[in-house]
């Protein structure tokens, strides 16, 4: 059975940091694209950054690029999100959603409409 499980969420004033988990279950980064996406309210859901199978690309939106980081720990089935330099504009609910192969392989990484296993979700509020 897969199952995603999202820790690490909280407040932080803008500039700080954050660093997200993602505990898998039943799947492992070798064969499974692995992502993070956010909901902030009335807004859709958005990719913020995937890891393709094997240790393979790191993807990232662009309004993350440079200040958030991905890091698996196969050791430990967890994907890591390292999030630096945070602004207002980050908080939101993000999940973590996985997909077997390829992040990119018939379209983009970051629709969400692609995923078939999600966690429930973990809070980030940057606010000062």
């Known amino acids: 059975r897969v199952q995603l499980v999202e820790s690490g969420g909280g407040s932080v004033q803008p500039g700080g940091s954050l660093r997200l988990s993602c505990s898998l279950s039943?799947?492992?980064?070798?064969?499974?694209?692995v992502a993070w996406f956010r909901q902030r309210p009335r807004r859709e859901r958005e990719g913020v950054a995937a890891?393709?199978?094997?240790?393979?690309?790191?993807h990232y939106a662009p309004s993350v690029r440079g200040r958030f980081t991905l890091s698996p720990d196969s050791a430990t089935n967890t994907l890591y999100l390292q999030m630096d330099r945070l602004k207002p504009e980050d908080a939101a609910m993000y999940y973590c959603?996985?997909?077997?192969?390829?992040?990119?392989?018939?379209?983009?990484?970051?629709?969400?409409?692609?995923?078939?296993?999600w966690g429930q979700g973990t809070q980030v509020t940057v606010s000062s």
């Open positions: 959603a996985a997909k077997e192969g390829s992040c990119t392989y018939g379209g983009l990484w970051s629709m969400s409409g692609r995923y078939g296993a």
């Open positions: 890891l393709s199978p094997r240790g393979g690309t790191a």
């Open positions: 039943g799947i492992t980064f070798n064969t499974y694209c």
